[in-house]
């Protein structure tokens, strides 16, 4: 006899399918990569009270190459990317290092290079959303400023990207620490003052249906670090910032307008160029929201909107062949843009603003 507790309907069993796109074929070692390291340092929330701003959860090592990685080196000697000046001031000032990151019990190991001198103003550099977006994108922009005698450069693979670790433009599982991921970077240089940042978003048609279309996802170094204006404004007091077609559609504010408020108590500066385009139109919320504020003549932020028939960011030059440089089909090829004398000066006037 049947027992009355017991169903006679049979359960389905679960089935788990799995996607057969090559983007999905991750090795192990981009999927979870095990670091060991013995964390000593803890990153800071201001740099201008690093000593009483200690964050316990975000952990942080340096290691800096006796030289330059091998990636850096052949880039450097590209003879299609830069000029004899250029190569040989990059060959002599750039170093490559790796900075562990531990947030809480995550460890991230993020790939950089940079060029610091001592009392010189720091800009940080992040690349965008996509194949292809690496350290090495706004790697033109190096030279210009150390002319300037007054800016050092940090440039730096996001996790997910290039040789840093995480899985291949997976950014959902680093989204919640990309603020604490940046005050670490920064921290690890020991940095005394606030910093500079020049920064991009973005993504590809191929990719997005891999990830989501909520563009709150995207979050590329412009997003990230808007992200973590809201968290640790102090990092960027008195600064200008420079974003490339921010498309963010989670500000990282507890409610709307917490962000101005944030720019205008620590005289926070931003300027956006926007070139629109099928993946950047005028519609999306990052737009609408910037586009506002200019409307309402906010003075903490300029919007910029560029003709995409003769603006000169998106333009590169030739692909440049460099082992493991970035993820997906571009992993093996270094994408360097091709920035106009007019665009780098205008860069560096943004930077210059008092």
């Given at each position: ?127 965008g959303f996509g194949a292809g977006r690496n350290w090495a994108n706004w790697l033109k922009l190096a030279y ?155 003075r903490n932020l300029q919007l910029i909107d560029l003709d995409p028939k003769t603006q ?43």
């Amino acid at each position: 006899m049947t027992s009355p507790l017991r169903s006679k309907t049979k359960k389905k069993k679960a089935i788990r399918r799995v996607s057969k796109s090559p983007q999905r074929r991750y090795s192990p070692e981009r999927v979870r990569t095990s670091i060991q390291v013995d964390f000593q340092e803890f990153a800071y929330s201001d740099p201008v009270d690093s000593s009483r701003s200690l964050l316990p959860n975000v952990l942080f090592e340096r290691h800096d190459q006796d030289t330059l990685s091998e990636q850096a080196t052949k880039l450097f000697n590209s003879t299609v990317v830069f000029d004899e000046t250029e190569r040989a001031w990059l060959l002599e000032n750039m170093c490559s290092t790796t900075i562990s990151i531990k947030v809480d019990h995550l460890v991230f190991s993020i790939n950089g290079n940079y060029a610091l001198k001592e009392n010189q103003q720091t800009v940080l550099f992040l690349h965008g959303f996509g194949a292809g977006r690496n350290w090495a994108n706004w790697l033109k922009l190096a030279y210009p400023l150390s002319q300037q005698g007054r800016y050092s450069t940090i440039f730096v693979d996001l996790p997910g990207f290039g040789q840093s670790s995480g899985r291949s433009l997976d950014q959902a599982s680093w989204k919640r620490y990309g603020p604490e991921i940046l005050v670490a970077i920064v921290s690890s240089f020991h940095l005394h003052h606030s910093i500079y940042v020049v920064a991009q978003c973005g993504k590809y048609k191929k990719i997005i249906f891999y990830i989501s279309s909520n563009c709150s996802l995207y979050t590329g170094g412009a997003a990230t670090t808007v992200r973590t204006i809201n968290r640790y404004p102090q990092w960027f007091r008195n600064r200008n910032l420079i974003f490339c077609n921010s498309v963010i559609g989670d500000f990282g504010e507890e409610k709307v307008g917490d962000f101005e408020i944030t720019l205008t108590r620590f005289n926070i500066y931003i300027v956006v160029f926007w070139t629109p385009d099928e993946d950047h139109t005028k519609y999306c919320v990052a737009y609408k929201r910037w586009n506002r504020l200019r409307a309402s003549s906010f003075r903490n932020l300029q919007l910029i909107d560029l003709d995409p028939k003769t603006q000169t960011k998106k333009l590169h030059y030739p692909l440049v062949s460099v082992a493991q440089m970035s993820r997906c089909p571009l992993k093996n090829k270094a994408l360097v843009y091709k920035l106009s004398d007019e665009y780098i000066q205008q860069i560096i006037d943004i930077l210059d603003r008092k």
